[in-house]
């Protein structure tokens, strides 16, 4: 048959594509920021190149970019989970401040003798504490058809509440000023990779849930299920998929990485948990999983991208007078652009289809 | 015929009321439509048949407007003319019924009927009010020339199909329609429905209405149109007058020269009836929004036969076959699968027990559109041996499995990573047989298998039925086609009104006796 | 881009024509990092950035201020990026980088290192505090004295008064300490009623909360609370009563209804650090404490407010004022003493 001819042809037309796709909403951002770099009478090359080197020019620089990309990692996949599987969880955000209360009151509350123990321990209780807190909205979506947008996004308010209280009042630093827990134990502190950079041990273990969560999309029977509800809930019901299981269990799994997300922030970057934990690494997580379409080096890579924009977006100001508001227009342009990519597929997708 | 000549003279009377010349439309690598011209003279019934993916739909998609052709000429009142949208091909008085009608569920039929052009008291700005008896007296009027009884108060959603369809094409006529399109319209009609839809077109053919009519079924088109043109791979290979052609004929430019078609006879089952594996004992289920109750359902399935689920639509099949699959609860009775009780049992378990369903809904339940053909067909396989290993995937065995299965079953596709929209009709659904297959079922249940498939499709479809009865398996076969549960069932029972009104073997059913058990044990209403 | 420090000081001096210390040039320049809530808050970044700007044109110093969206997680990032980059004087705003900057000064010894409202060691380490109970005691004086004369419009007659703090801290019982040691100081009697909002950003609620107040009959409310306070404020403008404006001058929020503002005069820190550095006067290793002697903390102007209130009234803050700054009266302070007996 002719369309069966047509559809091979098309193959190597898709992956242009793609690659084009992926690429995209960068370039538009950065055609976007050169207009604006115009208009304030900036040269859009100097800056640009600035910013490059600003976040890949020295091993140091390299190392600020990966050290602001490794809280991304965790909610990059924390969101790609639940979004390959049709479930729009917009609560990582909550569940990383969560998870880092959790990880930072372990490696500050227990005994310093536990030593080394302490890292395993704080992982743990803040992966079961996010896990906990997003099984809620996931059980309300499975059992109760409750909106799950809806209920994670009302449980980010309640987290920021939560946390909010506990580091303004019982867990609050005694010797200090602001809003802010105690220093977790030394012990506690994981590792710096390259000192004196920033970047810790969590950016490895960030780089091993990537893997994990390529490995289980790909190679488990669990992640095989999560595509087909996310691609067709009733065809997955009709084969005899679990539907409230599979989103509880998404749910879940997406809670246990964006609380090691927030353990790995809390016991290696701010090495407790503070007011500003995170300045809404949930939601960049979100663009990083659809900037990587949800799949395991999409997310690496927009992680990097974003972790890029955020260390040298700062480090550029010490040596021009490019504002923040640069950065933030090519991080939002990208976000915006990543999400009209996705509308753009899904509707050629469905005229391809009818 | 020279449209440009008739064009000059505007009070001539016109001799193509619509049509196309040599129009071409590719998408993409597909010629969808290569040189089509088809002229359709005013008052007449004009069939276009075809096979899926003939060209059909894309022909219609261009007569309304939707799309552009890349070349050729639309022919409209003998001038030529070019859509700007749809919108503009309705103004000019062409008129299209989907398949699936466009009436909106929570609305009654007269407020569908004139929605988008609704009479007013008087014209007060954006306050205007509705003028609801001039309303209902142009249904009743529009109904009333067609002797339909229609309830306008209804709401649409919960109104038998032959009645939404029938308030479609009115609401068409009533806003200017003087061409109606048609496609498939009697898929969704029982054979009597079908009649009375006949008479309706014949009416309307009276008063100068033009009709394009789009469809399988040649019985159909040899009963009520003028002119037939076949389509094959995007080209018109055929084209007469009706009177001076038959089924045969017809069905031979549509097959081409490969066609073959089992008879019917040759192929029921050879020997005997084995155990029940199929028991179901007064089925009840509650009336819920949408769906229609089971009122004490009982049905046995035995090994190694057929067995026709035939009745209206809308009488409680889809939710029977629901039940037994594990997709919706029941509220009283018992389901057994080969003595086993599988009443509460998630869908899960039953297939572990060795059943297959077959969904009547291909595009929303029997495959994931958008998923690899590779995932459809080893969907439900994951995990199990030999895809599953050690509680990973094996990648290789995968696609092993599933080039194995598509194969067995000759499903013809690109590659195991396309998207399985790209498949056609024929072969999406044999891909769902395949994957049903796969597991060596008990027990098939398998719900309008061949609806949206081309006749080489439906053939390779009866075959597999009958390939899988043959080696001892059990088919619940629930069909609105009737030819195709007379053909391939070994017994047929009937179901109206929610409940099983009478069974009969092969040998002793015809057309027109199941067709009277179906309408008279009670319509489609409660 | 940044040329070499030496030679933009250098044209920044000689097009200014601004007279200056002559080693100003030779100095390496100077980054301010901005806390958590960004420029624009019309509060501590502003006030802080407003003193940088006019340090550095004081001194031709070079400099700028640096923003994060991550300012919490980035500040190490930041400030050693600064040190590596040749920036001789790095100033951060942010609390949380108290622990880094520690360790950064050692990495760095040739880098000049401020930090505020904590202490921190280090022989390059300026820690900036203020004596925020001081200002407060001011303003609990003044409020005291008010609150009892109903000649002024809007106040009864009840020696009531009330403070509304962001949430239950020492950093913020600070300020709330002083302000009752101050209303006390004027009235032994005088019932001052405390609440805290549990947040820093929501005007609503502390809409509703100094509301509850007032109607409760105190006539004054200090607001300790951020941007909580600005519905104190606004609650204080529809009631017809007063609220006491905290860290920046906020009497024009609601002109006639801010009493006065305790101001938090971190521009004067800012600006005096930049010129201990310029003139190679760093004050490393020293903790420099602004209270009411250093002009770090004060009283605002009262544009709007001070010709209703009798001036013996302001006469006597400015006493009290002169003998707290004469060490007369010693005004307690939370985050070095811990709470006092007549508070919890």
């Known amino acids: 048959m002719t369309e069966i001819a047509a559809a091979r042809r098309f193959d190597a037309i898709a992956w242009f594509d793609k690659g084009i796709g992926l690429a995209f909403p960068f370039v538009v951002a950065l055609a976007v920021a050169s207009a604006v770099l115009l208009a304030v009478g900036e040269n859009p090359i100097d800056v640009f190149s600035l910013m490059a080197a600003e976040s890949f020019g020295s091993t140091r620089r390299i190392a600020a970019t990966l050290s602001a990309a490794t809280p991304l990692l965790f909610t990059g996949v924390a969101t790609a989970i639940c979004f390959r599987s049709g ?63 809806v209920s994670t996004l009302m449980l980010n308010f309640v987290a920021f509440g939560i946390t909010g209280y506990l580091v303004n009042g019982p867990l609050l630093s005694e010797i200090s000023g602001n809003n802010v827990t105690p220093l977790v134990h030394e012990a506690a502190q994981l590792p710096r990779l390259l000192p004196p950079s920033t970047v810790h041990a969590g950016f490895l273990v960030g780089l091993v849930l990537v893997v994990a969560y390529g490995l289980w999309a790909r190679r488990t029977p669990s992640g095989f299920e999560g595509a087909l509800v996310g691609h067709n809930r009733r065809f997955s019901k009709a084969i005899g998929i679990s539907i409230p299981a599979t989103i509880v269990l998404v749910m879940v799994i997406s809670g246990i990485v964006a609380g090691m997300g927030g353990a790995s922030h809390a016991l290696g970057q701010l090495h407790r948990f503070a007011d500003g934990f995170s300045p809404g690494y949930g939601f960049t997580g979100m663009a990083v999983a659809l900037l990587g379409r949800n799949t395991a080096t999409g997310i690496l890579l927009g992680a990097i991208l974003f972790g890029a924009l955020a260390s040298a977006g700062t480090t550029v100001q010490l040596f021009s007078d490019i504002p923040l508001d640069i950065v933030n227009i090519i991080e939002g342009t990208v976000m915006i652009f990543a999400v009209v990519e996705l509308g753009r597929l899904s509707l050629r997708r469905w005229r391809g289809a009818s | 015929m020279n449209a440009h000549a008739a064009a000059s003279s505007a009070s001539a009377p016109v001799s193509v009321c619509l049509g196309a010349e040599r129009l071409c439309k590719r998408y993409g690598a597909v010629q969808a439509n290569s040189d089509i011209s088809i002229f359709i003279a005013p008052g007449e019934i004009h069939a276009v048949v075809g096979e899926n993916g003939a060209g059909k739909s894309t022909l219609m998609r261009i007569l309304q407007g939707i799309e552009q052709p890349d070349s050729g000429r639309i022919i409209v009142d003998d001038r030529d003319v070019r859509f700007s949208g749809p919108g503009h091909a309705f ?382 398996g059990s088919v619940l076969l629930v069909s609105e086609e009737l030819d195709e549960i007379l053909e391939l069932a070994d017994r047929i029972a009937v179901m109206a009104n929610g409940r099983i009104v009478g069974q009969l073997q092969a040998e002793e059913a015809d057309v027109a006796k199941v067709g009277r058990m179906m309408l008279t044990q009670g319509g489609t209403d409660d | 881009m940044l040329k070499s420090t030496a030679i933009a000081g250098g044209f920044a001096a000689l097009s200014l024509g601004m007279a200056m210390p002559a080693m100003a040039a030779d100095v390496a320049p100077a980054a301010l990092i901005i806390a958590q809530g960004g420029l624009g808050d019309g509060a501590w970044n502003d006030t802080a950035n407003a003193g940088f700007e006019a340090g550095l044109a004081k001194t031709g110093v070079e400099g700028r201020p640096i923003e994060s969206k991550d300012v919490a997680a980035q500040g190490e990032e930041i400030m050693r990026r600064a040190a590596d980059g040749g920036f001789g004087l790095v100033i951060s705003l942010e609390w949380i980088h108290g622990e880094p900057m520690e360790k950064l000064a050692v990495d760095y010894p040739d880098a000049n290192w401020v930090i505020m409202n904590q202490t921190r060691k280090g022989d390059n380490v300026a820690s900036v505090v203020f004596a925020e109970h001081e200002g407060s005691y001011l303003a609990g004086a003044l409020a005291a004295q008010v609150t009892t004369d109903t000649s ?91 609220a006491i404006g905290v860290d920046t001058d906020q009497d024009g929020m609601a002109p006639g209804s801010v009493l006065t503002s305790v101001l938090k005069r971190v521009d004067v820190a800012v600006e005096n650090v930049i010129e201990a550095y310029a003139q190679g006067e760093f004050p490393g290793g020293e903790i420099m404490d602004f209270g009411l002697a250093q002009n770090g903390v004060a009283l605002s102007d009262m544009n709007h407010t001070k010709d209703m209130i009798p001036a013996a009234y302001l006469e006597k803050v400015a006493q009290l004022e002169a003998d707290i700054i004469a060490g007369k009266i010693d005004v307690w302070d939370v985050s070095s003493e811990g709470y006092p007996e007549f508070f919890k």
Not at chain 2, 121 to 143: F, K, M, Q, T, Y
Not at chain 2, 213 to 239: I, N, P, Q, W
Not at chain 2, 316 to 336: N, P, T, W
Not at chain 3, 203 to 232: L, S
């Open chain 1, 87 to 149: 479930v729009f969880n917009v609560g990582v955000e909550g569940a990383f401040v969560i998870g880092g209360l959790c990880g930072a009151f372990v490696g500050f509350s227990l005994p310093a003798g536990f030593g080394l123990a302490l890292i395993p321990l704080a992982f743990a209780f803040a992966a079961i504490g996010s896990a906990l807190w997003l099984s809620v909205p996931g059980y309300l979506l499975a059992r109760y058809e409750v909106d799950e947008v």
């Open chain 2, 91 to 472: 103004e000019l008085g062409i008129g299209m019924v989907h398949q699936e009608f466009m009436l909106a569920p929570d609305l009654t039929l007269l407020e569908n009927l004139v929605l988008g052009d609704e009479p007013l008291v008087r014209r007060i700005g954006p306050v205007s009010r509705i003028d609801w008896e001039a309303a209902l007296a142009s249904g009743r009027e529009l109904a009333g020339r067609t002797a339909v009884e229609v309830d306008w108060s209804r709401r649409s959603g919960g109104t038998p199909v032959h009645i939404q369809q029938f308030v479609e094409i009115i609401r068409l006529l009533r806003r200017g329609a003087r061409i109606l399109i048609l496609d498939e319209p009697t898929a969704v009609l029982a054979p009597q429905q079908v009649e009375d839809l006949f008479s309706l077109l014949r009416k309307l053919r009276e008063d100068s209405t033009t009709i394009l009519f789009v469809s399988h079924k040649l019985k159909e088109v040899m009963a009520l149109a003028d002119r037939v043109t076949v389509f094959r791979r995007g080209e018109v290979c055929y084209s007469s007058p009706v009177a001076d052609t038959d089924i045969d004929t017809i069905a031979g430019h549509m097959i081409g020269e490969a066609g073959d078609r089992t008879h019917p006879a040759s192929s029921r089952r050879k020997g005997a009836v084995g155990e029940i594996v199929l028991e179901a004992r007064r089925l009840t289920t509650p009336a819920l929004e949408k769906s229609h109750p089971l009122h004490g359902v009982d049905l046995q399935v035995n090994e190694g036969e057929i067995v026709g689920l035939a009745g209206v639509s809308g009488n409680g099949q889809s939710e029977l076959v629901e039940c037994l699959v594990g997709l919706r609860a029941v509220s009283d009775g018992a389901i057994f699968l080969a003595g086993d009780d599988i009443t509460n049992l998630p869908n899960r378990d039953r297939r572990e027990l060795g059943m297959g369903y077959v969904s009547a809904n291909r595009r929303d339940e029997g495959l994931a559109l958008a998923a690899s053909v590779e995932a459809n067909v080893v969907a439900g396989s994951q995990r199990k041996a030999p895809i599953n290993r050690h509680g990973l995937l094996d990648l290789a065995a995968m696609r092993r499995q599933a080039g194995q299965r598509l194969d067995l079953l000759a499903v013809r596709y690109g590659a195991l990573g396309d998207a399985a929209s790209s498949l056609s009709g024929g072969n999406q659904q044999r891909l769902v047989f395949a994957r049903e297959i796969a597991s060596d079922p008990k027990l098939l249940v398998v719900s309008q298998p061949t609806r949206g498939v081309d006749l080489k499709g439906i053939a390779a479809i009866h075959a597999i039925l009958r390939r899988f009865r043959d080696d001892g």
């Open chain 3, 152 to 242: 002024i419009k809007g106040i009864n007659e009840d020696a009531v008064i009330g403070v509304i703090g962001g949430v239950k801290a020492p950093g913020i019982d600070k300020f709330i300490v002083g302000y009752i040691q101050g209303a006390q100081a004027i009235n032994p009697d005088i019932e001052v009623k405390v609440a805290y909002s549990d947040s820093f950003g929501d005007p609503a609620k502390g809409q509703q909360m100094a509301k509850a107040m007032f109607d409760e009959g105190a006539d004054i409310v200090y607001q300790v609370a951020g941007g909580t306070g600005i519905g104190i404020i606004e609650a204080a403008k529809a009631a017809g009563h007063y």
